[in-house]
């Protein structure tokens, strides 16, 4: 990688303060650092050093999207072949796949970046690196044959008014990929539900509902099995269907340390018990769906792994996150058994823990320095005691 380094190194000066391009000084800086890791020290205040960077951070998020992006792209092939009951191979469900999926993210990538690298120009500040992930995420929460232009109007709406009106990433207070999948679902509900919108270029007359669809109008008996939902093989949104493939994401970011394993599990709790307080209830079909089935229906894993743990929105103290993943699991599964118009519940559970989430910290905090006063006076009364 030497030769790259040195032609960064001769090009950079142009870039640089009284350089011929030295507008594009931001643009420039974004492609040198996303290539190599910065060389900046401090010389003043706090010296922090780490392995690695945010822009490696993400880096390794994407990485974790993998097995789910991967299993989509096969799923989408599979449920299009499915649907038009012709026999095709393996590699034939990859290929229709990727030609379904690859143009929402590329898409969504260019949208995103643009607005980015426009902004980082005019405010002539470096490129930030969250909508690395975002691009990715985005892309996986949309159905299949959602239409291109909508993903793009998503994406610029989710970066402006989600993340950049407050000042870019590290400000947002709400997960950027859930507003650009709320944008659409609210602005075009048509295209974001129903039983046609989920399985590519679906023949006329055939229609494929998710297995929430089918719980939320009282079909029970007809939600895939167990097993299948685990796996993944149903229709649903481009990423959220195998919940084995999130969990394998999921697995990799407690392993790079990156991912908030107090938020996922108490999402899962949460989730769980909401679960068995509706099948103590059973007052209606959806009710009686176990448990279990909560945790892997829909968009509840993969929300649970990528989007309830977004670093900037989520809770930021310890005792926090357990309360902000309880309240998510439990607001998405109430949300979609007693509200039939959104079965999706977490999408909506996490935008409104989303608002909470510094009030939660709030309290702990006050909560934590009204204890420390409390053993404070109990020592300082002892030690009086002592004394007399």
């Known amino acids: 990688m030497k030769f790259l380094r040195d032609i960064l190194d001769n090009i950079k000066p142009q870039f640089q303060k009284g350089g011929r391009f030295y507008k594009l000084h931001s643009t420039f800086d974004a492609f040198e650092t996303f290539l190599f890791v910065p060389n900046k020290t401090t010389f003043k205040g706090s010296h922090i050093r780490d392995s690695i960077d945010l822009k490696r951070t993400m880096s390794l998020v994407i990485v974790a999207l993998l097995p789910a992006l991967l299993f989509g792209i096969w799923n989408v092939g599979y449920q299009h072949f499915l649907a038009t009951g012709v026999t095709a191979s393996f590699w034939e469900h990859v290929w229709v796949g990727f030609v379904a999926v690859f143009p929402i993210i590329v898409v969504t990538y260019v949208t995103a970046l643009g607005i980015e690298f426009g902004f980082a120009q005019a405010r002539g500040h470096e490129v930030n690196e969250g909508v690395l992930v975002s691009g990715m995420l985005i892309p996986l929460v949309m159905p299949p044959d959602v239409p291109l232009w909508m993903v793009s109007a998503a994406t610029a709406f989710a970066v402006i008014f989600g993340k950049e009106v407050f000042g870019g990433t590290g400000m947002n207070i709400l997960n950027p990929a859930l507003l650009a999948r709320a944008f659409l679902f609210f602005a075009y509900p048509a295209d974001m539900s129903g039983d046609k919108v989920w399985v590519h270029a679906i023949p006329d007359g055939f229609t494929s509902a998710t297995p929430l669809a089918q719980a939320a ?121 007693l509200n039939p118009a959104f079965p999706e519940g977490m999408m909506l559970a996490i935008l409104f823990m989303n608002v909470m989430a510094p009030l939660i910290d709030h309290y702990v905090i006050e909560a934590n320095i009204k204890r420390r006063l409390r053993r404070t006076k109990a020592r300082q009364a002892a030690a009086e005691k002592i004394t007399q």
């Open 217 to 337: 109008a009282g079909d029970i008996t007809s939600i895939p099995s167990a097993f299948d939902m685990f796996v993944g093989t149903m229709p649903g949104s481009v990423g959220e269907t195998s919940t084995l493939a999130i969990l394998l994401g999921a697995a990799f970011l407690f392993m790079t340390g990156i991912g908030s394993a107090r938020i996922i599990v108490s999402v899962f709790a949460g989730g769980y018990l909401m679960g068995l307080l509706f099948n103590l209830w059973g007052a209606n079909p959806f009710m009686e769906v176990p448990a279990h089935h909560h945790l892997i229906m829909g968009g509840f894993a993969f929300g649970a792994v990528f989007m309830a743990t977004d670093p900037v929105s989520a809770s930021q103290t310890g005792k926090g996150k357990y309360i902000y993943g309880f309240l998510i699991g439990l607001l998405a599964v109430l949300i979609r058994v």
